[in-house]
C-alpha cells in the first residue's frame, strides 16, 4: 500500500525532460520538437516530452524489425523470456508508490485508485504473461493416416501499441505484455497527455534485462505520431484503446498501407440493470461507484441506470445523495474518490454534453458544475439526469466523465431492450436476488463483461473486449496472446 506521508514526499519531484526510448537509447525528436505535458491537478506545465513525428516512428519500427529479426527476443527459450517479464513485473511493484504518484501528476486520477489500477495491476499483468510463458504446446491435428499435421504459434513480428490517457499503465502493460509474452518486439505510443509513467516503464523494463530494441516507446500526438504507426508499412499488427473515432481511423490506416491486422479496444456506454428485489442500498454503492469513481474516465463506466419502476425514484435519490456525498478534489489525498478531468479539453467536454443533455429534456438532479476552479485544475461534480430519453446525445454517446443517465423500465424485456439499445457493447451490470434472472439477463445483455450484483473489478484472468462498436479483440486472459500471434501448419508426409 501506499501511505500519505509517502505521497506528499513524492508530489512536487522533479521530472526531467520526457525522451523517446528507441533501440535501448534515450533520444529526442528528430526534430527536436516536444509538447508540454499539463498536470490536470493544478493546469501548470508538468514536464516536456518529445513531439514525435513520422521519422521517429521510422526509426522506432526499424529498431524494433531488427530485434525481432535477429531473435534476440523471439528466438530466446519462452522461459527466459518469462523470467525477464517476472522481473519487470517486481520492479514496477517495488518502483509503485514513485510510478502511482507520477502518473497521478500526469492525469488526474484519485492516488488510491491509480496505485491499484496502475503500477501495481500493471506488474500483475507482466507477471501473469511472464509465468505463461514456457507453459503452452502446441497440437498435433487429427488427420487422416499418412501425414503427420502441426499447428504452430509464432509471433507476428512488429505490434503497434497506440493507448488512451486514463489508466495509461495498466492498459499498456494488457498490450505490451501479452506482445512480448508471444515473442514479439514492440513500438508504444502512449496519449500526449499521459505519457511520463510509461516512459518510466521504459527505463524498467531496460534495467530488467529486456533486450534493447524489444521495447521501443515513443511520445507524440496522435496526428502526428499515432497516424505515422497506423500506416507503418512494417508494422505487423495494431493494438489501439481509445475511443471509437480514433479506431476507425486506424481501420482506414491499415486498409491504405499494409492491411496490418487491427484491434481495437473502444468505448462504451455501459448500462446497469436495477431491478426491485436486489440490495438497494448495495446496488447503489456499486452503481455509483460504477460511474463516479476516476471522474467517470474509465472505458467501463456504467453511465447508464435502467430501474424498475417501482424502486425507481427512491433508488435515483440513493444515486443522488452517494453522489453529493462523494469527495472530488486533489488526486494525490488518499480520501479523495474522485479526481481530476485528465485535460481541459475533455473537461469542456463533459460540460458541453451536461448543458445538452438539460436541453435535450432530461432532469438534472445534481452536479452538472465544474468544481474547484480556483485550483486552475480541471473537476466536475458527479453529475445525475434522471428521465434520459432514450434517443438522446446523453443515452446514446459515451461522454467519458462522471455523468449518468437514468430511466425507469417496467419489464426485463423492456429493460433489455433499453440496456441494449445503443452502438456500444463494453459492459453492463445486473442487480437481482433472483439467480435464474441473473443468468438469463448476462445472456441477453449484449456486452463483454456482465457484472452480477456488483460493478466494476476484474483482474488480469478473464478477457475484457467489445461486442458491437465497442471493439474486437480481448486484452487480459490468455485469449490476448491470440492477437499477437500466427498459426502456422506444418504438413508432412509419414
Ligand atoms: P483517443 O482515441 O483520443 O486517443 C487514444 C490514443 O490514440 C492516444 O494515444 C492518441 O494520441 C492516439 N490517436 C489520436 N488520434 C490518432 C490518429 N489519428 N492516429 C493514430 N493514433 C491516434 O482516446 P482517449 O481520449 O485518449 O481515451 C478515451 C477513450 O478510450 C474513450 O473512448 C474510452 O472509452 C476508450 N477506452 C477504452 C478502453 C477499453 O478497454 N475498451 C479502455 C480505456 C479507454
Same mark, same amino acid.
Given at each position: /500500500?501506499?501511505?500519505?506521508?509517502?505521497?506528499?514526499?513524492?508530489?512536487?519531484?522533479?521530472?526531467?525532460?520526457?525522451?523517446?526510448?528507441?533501440?535501448?537509447?534515450?533520444?529526442?525528436?528528430?526534430?527536436?520538437?516536444?509538447?508540454?505535458?499539463?498536470?490536470?491537478? $493544478?493546469?501548470?506545465?508538468?514536464?516536456?516530452?518529445?513531439?514525435?513525428?513520422?521519422?521517429?516512428?521510422?526509426?522506432?519500427?526499424?529498431?524494433?524489425?531488427?530485434?525481432?529479426?535477429?531473435?534476440?527476443?523471439?528466438? /530466446?527459450?519462452?522461459?527466459?523470456?518469462?523470467?525477464?517479464?517476472?522481473?519487470?513485473? #517486481?520492479?514496477?511493484?517495488?518502483?509503485?508508490?514513485?510510478?502511482?504518484?507520477?502518473?497521478? &501528476?500526469?492525469?488526474?486520477?484519485?492516488?488510491?485508485?491509480?496505485?491499484?489500477?496502475?503500477?501495481?495491476?500493471?506488474?500483475?499483468?507482466? &507477471?501473469?504473461?511472464?509465468?505463461? =510463458?514456457?507453459?503452452?504446446?502446441?497440437?498435433?491435428?487429427?488427420?487422416?493416416?499418412?501425414?503427420?499435421?502441426?499447428?504452430?504459434?509464432?509471433?507476428?513480428?512488429?505490434?503497434?501499441?497506440?493507448?488512451?490517457?486514463?489508466?495509461?499503465?495498466?492498459?499498456?502493460?494488457?498490450?505490451?505484455?501479452?506482445? +512480448?509474452?508471444?515473442?514479439?518486439?514492440?513500438?508504444?505510443?502512449?496519449?500526449?497527455?499521459?505519457?511520463?509513467?510509461?516512459?518510466?516503464?521504459?527505463?524498467?523494463?531496460?534495467?530488467?534485462? +529486456?533486450?534493447?530494441?524489444?521495447?521501443?516507446?515513443?511520445?507524440?500526438?496522435?496526428?502526428?505520431?499515432? #497516424?505515422?504507426?497506423?500506416?507503418? /508499412?512494417?508494422?505487423?499488427?495494431?493494438?489501439?484503446?481509445?475511443?471509437?473515432?480514433?479506431?476507425?481511423?486506424?481501420?482506414?490506416?491499415?486498409?491504405?498501407?499494409?492491411?496490418?491486422?487491427?484491434?481495437?479496444?473502444?468505448?462504451?456506454?455501459?448500462? =446497469?440493470?436495477?431491478?426491485?428485489?436486489?440490495?438497494?442500498?448495495?446496488?447503489?454503492?456499486?452503481?455509483?461507484?460504477?460511474?463516479?469513481?476516476?471522474?467517470?474516465?474509465? =472505458?467501463?463506466?456504467?453511465?447508464?441506470? +435502467?430501474?424498475?419502476?417501482?424502486?425507481?425514484?427512491?433508488?435515483? $435519490?440513493?444515486?443522488?445523495?452517494?453522489?453529493?456525498? /462523494?469527495?472530488?478534489?486533489?488526486?494525490?489525498?488518499?480520501?479523495?474518490?474522485?479526481?481530476?478531468?485528465?485535460?481541459?479539453?475533455?473537461?469542456?467536454?463533459?460540460?458541453?454534453? =451536461?448543458?445538452?443533455?438539460?436541453?435535450?429534456?432530461?432532469?438534472?438532479?445534481?452536479?452538472?458544475?465544474?468544481?474547484?476552479? $480556483?485550483?486552475?485544475?480541471?473537476?466536475?461534480?458527479?453529475?445525475?439526469?434522471?428521465?434520459?430519453?432514450?434517443?438522446?446525445?446523453?443515452?446514446?454517446?459515451?461522454?467519458?466523465?462522471?455523468?449518468?443517465?437514468?430511466?425507469?423500465?417496467?419489464?426485463?424485456?423492456?429493460?433489455?431492450?433499453?440496456?441494449?439499445?445503443?452502438?456500444?457493447?463494453?459492459?453492463?451490470?445486473?442487480?437481482?436476488?433472483?439467480?435464474?434472472?441473473?443468468?438469463?439477463?448476462?445472456?441477453?445483455?449484449?456486452?463483454?463483461?456482465?457484472?452480477?450484483?456488483?460493478?466494476?473489478?476484474?483482474?488480469?484472468?478473464?478477457?475484457?473486449?467489445?461486442?458491437?462498436?465497442?471493439?474486437?479483440?480481448?486484452?487480459?486472459?490468455?485469449?490476448?496472446?491470440?492477437?499477437?500471434?500466427?498459426?502456422?501448419?506444418?504438413?508432412?508426409?509419414?
Amino acid at each position: /500500500m501506499i501511505d500519505q506521508a509517502q505521497i506528499n514526499a513524492l508530489r512536487a519531484a522533479p521530472v526531467g525532460e520526457g525522451m523517446n526510448l528507441i533501440g535501448g537509447q534515450h533520444v529526442p525528436a528528430a526534430s527536436g520538437a516536444t509538447l508540454d505535458s499539463i498536470s490536470p491537478i $493544478d493546469g501548470t506545465a508538468l514536464a516536456r516530452i518529445a513531439a514525435s513525428g513520422p521519422e521517429d516512428v521510422d526509426r522506432a519500427v526499424a529498431a524494433a524489425r531488427a530485434a525481432f529479426d535477429d531473435g534476440r527476443w523471439s528466438a /530466446m527459450a519462452p522461459m527466459a523470456r518469462g523470467r525477464i517479464l517476472q522481473r519487470i513485473g #517486481d520492479a514496477l511493484a517495488d518502483h509503485a508508490a514513485e510510478l502511482a504518484v507520477l502518473g497521478v &501528476r500526469d492525469n488526474g486520477t484519485e492516488i488510491a485508485m491509480a496505485f491499484k489500477a496502475e503500477p501495481m495491476s500493471a506488474a500483475g499483468t507482466f &507477471r501473469y504473461y511472464g509465468e505463461l =510463458c514456457g507453459k503452452e504446446y502446441g497440437q498435433i491435428a487429427p488427420t487422416a493416416p499418412g501425414a503427420l499435421g502441426l499447428v504452430h504459434q509464432e509471433p507476428v513480428g512488429v505490434v503497434g501499441a497506440i493507448v488512451p490517457w486514463n489508466f495509461p499503465m495498466m492498459i499498456a502493460a494488457w498490450k505490451v505484455a501479452a506482445a +512480448l509474452a508471444a515473442g514479439n518486439t514492440v513500438v508504444l505510443k502512449p496519449a500526449e497527455v499521459a505519457s511520463l509513467s510509461l516512459l518510466r516503464l521504459g527505463d524498467i523494463a531496460q534495467a530488467a534485462g +529486456l533486450p534493447d530494441g524489444v521495447l521501443n516507446i515513443l511520445t507524440g500526438t496522435g496526428a502526428a505520431a499515432g #497516424d505515422a504507426l497506423a500506416r507503418h /508499412m512494417d508494422v505487423d499488427v495494431l493494438a489501439f484503446t481509445g475511443s471509437g473515432t480514433v479506431g476507425r481511423r486506424l481501420l482506414e490506416a491499415s486498409a491504405q498501407s499494409n492491411l496490418k491486422r487491427v484491434y481495437l479496444e473502444l468505448g462504451g456506454k455501459s448500462p =446497469c440493470v436495477v431491478f426491485a428485489d436486489a440490495d438497494l442500498d448495495a446496488a447503489a454503492r456499486a452503481v455509483a461507484g460504477g460511474i463516479f469513481r476516476d471522474s467517470g474516465q474509465v =472505458c467501463i463506466a456504467g453511465a447508464r441506470v +435502467l430501474v424498475e419502476r417501482s424502486v425507481h425514484r427512491a433508488f435515483v $435519490d440513493l444515486l443522488v445523495e452517494a453522489a453529493e456525498n /462523494m469527495r472530488v478534489g486533489d488526486p494525490l489525498d488518499l480520501r479523495t474518490q474522485a479526481g481530476a478531468i485528465a485535460s481541459e479539453t475533455q473537461l469542456n467536454k463533459i460540460l458541453a454534453a =451536461c448543458s445538452a443533455a438539460q436541453e435535450a429534456g432530461a432532469e438534472l438532479r445534481t452536479g452538472g458544475q465544474q468544481l474547484h476552479a $480556483d485550483t486552475g485544475g480541471f473537476y466536475v461534480g458527479p453529475t445525475i439526469f434522471d428521465n434520459a430519453p432514450q434517443t438522446s446525445a446523453l443515452v446514446q454517446d459515451e461522454i467519458f466523465g462522471p455523468v449518468l443517465a437514468a430511466q425507469p423500465f417496467d419489464t426485463e424485456d423492456e429493460a433489455t431492450a433499453l440496456a441494449n439499445g445503443t452502438a456500444y457493447g463494453l459492459a453492463a451490470g445486473v442487480f437481482t436476488r433472483d439467480i435464474s434472472r441473473a443468468h438469463r439477463m448476462v445472456g441477453r445483455l449484449r456486452a463483454g463483461v456482465v457484472h452480477v450484483n456488483t460493478y466494476g473489478g476484474a483482474d488480469v484472468t478473464v478477457p475484457l473486449g467489445g461486442h458491437g462498436q465497442s471493439g474486437n479483440g480481448h486484452d487480459k486472459s490468455p485469449h490476448a496472446l491470440d492477437k499477437f500471434r500466427n498459426l502456422k501448419t506444418a504438413w508432412i508426409a509419414l
